[in-house]
């Protein structure tokens, strides 16, 4: 008996050390690199997210670890890890502000800053950002601005022209929806000022003239009929001129 049990108990030992035992230990750097790389291609995210963390961390100097940690960004994105991947971001343009793929990770950031999960270097379908936090639409268009003053030559400055230009009527259609909720709740007060912030702000949208027309009609519901004149009077002046989104 007692045998048998010292022969489990290095049995198990034995077990227990092969599970601890990394895999990886004794790659190298560019063993790493295209384990990771290859994990990436295939959507498997888990290995590459693995595999880059501990390139990065073996050889922090190597040649891979800038290149790895810009693929981590990529992965940790992809893998609806938006936090991970705008830190990261924010790691490495901190590090290398004058890196030859800035404008890429700068991309990445504003992307993962939406949280929104689209190809690898694909077309970003239209979507209906107007629901979305108006927080991180701001912050993501100021970082997509930035990339498209800093590297206007980059291969993602016109899509990020594009999606600022998406961004600017998300948040124009927004603020108008609020202004819509508050006229038919009967909140004039409230209505007016939201579609005033469409009108200052988002001048150049086609929501514009939706917000006057709710301006003028909540004066008159407030008995203001003096401003809800003026306010068509607006209306009426632009209406017919060309709507081109500048922001």
């Given at each position: ?9 290095t ?7 092969s ?20 994990a990436?291609?295939?959507?498997n ?37 938006a ?67 800093r ?5 993602y ?13 998300a948040?124009?259609?927004h ?13 004039y ?6 579609a ?28 203001m ?23």
């Amino acid at each position: 008996m007692a045998v048998t049990a010292i022969t489990l108990a290095t049995a198990s030992c034995s077990w227990l050390e092969s599970l601890d035992k990394d895999p990886t230990a004794d790659w190298s750097a560019d063993k790493l690199y295209t384990e990771a790389r290859a994990a990436l291609e295939e959507s498997n995210w888990t290995d590459a997210k693995d595999y880059y963390t501990k390139l990065e961390a073996r050889y922090p100097f190597g040649t891979y670890a800038q290149q790895a940690q810009i693929e981590l960004i990529y992965a940790n994105w992809k893998d609806g890890d938006a936090a991970q991947a705008v830190q990261g971001a924010d790691r490495f343009l901190q590090a290398y502000p004058n890196h030859a793929n800035s404008d890429y990770v700068m991309y990445l950031k504003a992307l993962a800053t939406l949280n929104e999960n689209d190809g690898w270097f694909a077309k970003l379908a239209a979507q209906d950002l107007a629901e979305r936090d108006a927080n991180a639409a701001q912050e993501a268009f100021d970082i997509l601005k930035e990339l498209a003053l800093r590297f206007p030559d980059s291969r993602y400055a016109p899509e990020a022209r594009r999606r600022m230009h998406q961004l600017v009527l998300a948040q124009a259609k927004h603020e108008l929806g609020v202004a819509e909720y508050y006229y038919v709740r009967h909140a004039y007060v409230a209505a007016i000022q939201h579609a005033q912030r469409v009108v200052s702000e988002f001048q150049n949208t086609p929501m514009r003239d939706d917000a006057l027309e709710i301006i003028a009609n909540s004066y008159d519901k407030l008995e203001m009929h003096d401003l809800a004149a003026d306010t068509r009077r607006v209306l009426e002046l632009n209406k017919g001129k060309t709507v081109k989104v500048r922001r």
